[in-house]
């Protein structure tokens, strides 16, 4: 058996995805996600011009030593855009290989270890009257845990903030939970910590009020704190138990999470823009994180996922793996089966895809009641409608920046 063919595919359904489609020589093909929000061309340049031509011939069984041929022979490790187009690859070869064994890729991650994947939508809201109107509808949606983002007075546009801009190419689009926007430049927002860091709670009170204590909340800061304010936002959330404070610094300086344990007892997520365990190493064995925020997608696959989260079990760390829109119905299902199999699962965040999206990848993964499943179909339970995929073709979009009120450039 042998890599026959490898095709990359570029899609727009209403926002870009990179999607790797590789073909054995007897006719069994597997999916994987090469989708790096606003940065997509590059990974589709670096596997048409550097790793395709390495895969024709290769063994599509050998999956471990497929992925380290392609990080070790890359010399120049990690990354986003290498790891994105290993990712895409890796992905591909387990959809592969369980297609051939003639079942759904959790199964041989180990079977299921539980009935479904508990998942997190993204409820958000300028005002706590616009807040509570999205909590409620995805209470009836089903949703069992929501993310919780509110606007911030005296700031006009934040990320995550559904009623906020619209997009300039696109007039009159909500910018819904999607910060990646079609045009020439990237969007503009403001950002105001001080007025973040004394807002915030005030919403947390109103939602706890209003919702009860069961229901599980979220929060994402977006890498906007230094330390120090991130331990001041854990302490002052305490008394409305989040499930997880995400991001609250950003963890390139992974000493600074210390400083932040040191303070509060609101649990942290961390790691959707890590690439390799490398980056967890020091929040994982410090225990200084609750929840590995990694998707199989940025990550180098299913093969690195598997390994970190084993790694993150002995220190009871659990998942919690990123799940935008950017990250595919291909790698979003690839980490659903992760999850399903893994024991030290802990909750997965799911934004919808959209109906112009689902109508170019076929999924069998269902939501239902709140849990999410891949699904009992052989692979990643995935199909790939190449037609539909070709008539939206590929339109630059940037994620947006941030300012503070005197210009300076802040994340966002
Ligand atoms: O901003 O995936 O928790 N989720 C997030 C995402 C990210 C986007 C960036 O492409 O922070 O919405
Ligand atoms: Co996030």
Not at 101 to 116: D, N, T, V, W
Not at 271 to 291: A, K, M, P, R
């Amino acid at each position: 058996m042998s890599i026959a063919s490898a095709e990359i595919i570029v899609t727009s359904p209403d926002r870009n995805f990179v999607t790797l489609k590789l073909t054995t020589i007897d006719g069994v093909s597997g999916l994987g996600d090469a989708t790096l929000n606003g940065r997509e061309l590059a990974v589709v340049s670096y596997l048409r011009d550097h790793v395709v031509q390495l895969l024709i011939g290769r063994d599509e069984g050998n999956i471990e030593d497929t992925w380290q041929f392609l990080y070790r022979s890359a010399y120049w490790r990690r990354g986003p855009v290498t790891m994105a187009a290993i990712a895409a690859v890796d992905v591909a070869l387990w959809d592969i290989k369980a297609k051939t064994a003639g079942m759904p890729l959790y199964q041989l991650l180990g079977g299921a270890s539980r009935r479904g994947l508990l998942a997190y939508g993204h409820a958000s809201g300028k005002s706590n009257a616009e807040l509570f109107e999205s909590i409620r509808s995805h209470q009836e949606q089903g949703y069992r845990a929501v993310r919780v983002q509110a606007g911030v007075p005296g700031l006009k546009s934040i990320y995550g903030i559904a009623s906020n801009a619209t997009s300039a190419a696109n007039p009159g689009v909500r910018y819904d939970h999607e910060p990646a926007q079609r045009g020439a430049l990237p969007a503009e927002e403001d950002w105001d910590t001080r007025s973040y860091l004394r807002h915030l709670p005030t919403v947390f009170e109103a939602v706890r009020n209003e919702f009860g204590p069961e229901l599980p909340l979220l929060h994402d800061g977006h890498h906007r704190m230094t330390p120090i304010q991130a331990a001041q936002l854990g302490k002052s959330l305490e008394p409305y138990d989040l499930f997880w404070l995400e991001d609250c610094t950003p963890a390139e300086n992974q000493q600074g999470l210390r400083i932040v344990r040191q303070h509060t007892t609101t649990p942290l997520a961390i790691g959707e823009v890590f690439n390799t365990v490398w980056d967890f190493q020091q929040l994982i064995s410090e225990q200084l994180i609750d929840y590995v925020r990694a998707a199989a997608t940025h990550f180098g696959g299913v093969t690195p996922l598997r390994k970190a989260m084993d790694f993150a079990a002995q220190f009871q760390i659990r998942s919690g793996f990123h799940g935008p829109t950017d990250v595919s119905p291909v790698g979003f299902a690839a980490q659903l089966h992760v999850g399903l199999a893994i024991h030290n699962f802990g909750i997965q965040e799911y934004m919808e895809h959209s109906e112009a999206t689902n109508s170019v990848f076929q999924q069998t993964m269902t939501f239902r009641d709140g849990y999410l499943h891949p699904g009992d179909a052989p692979g990643l339970g995935v199909q790939l409608d190449e037609q539909a995929a070709a008539s939206f073709p590929y339109e630059p979009a940037y994620l947006p920046v941030s300012r503070l009120h005197d210009g300076t450039l802040h994340d966002w």
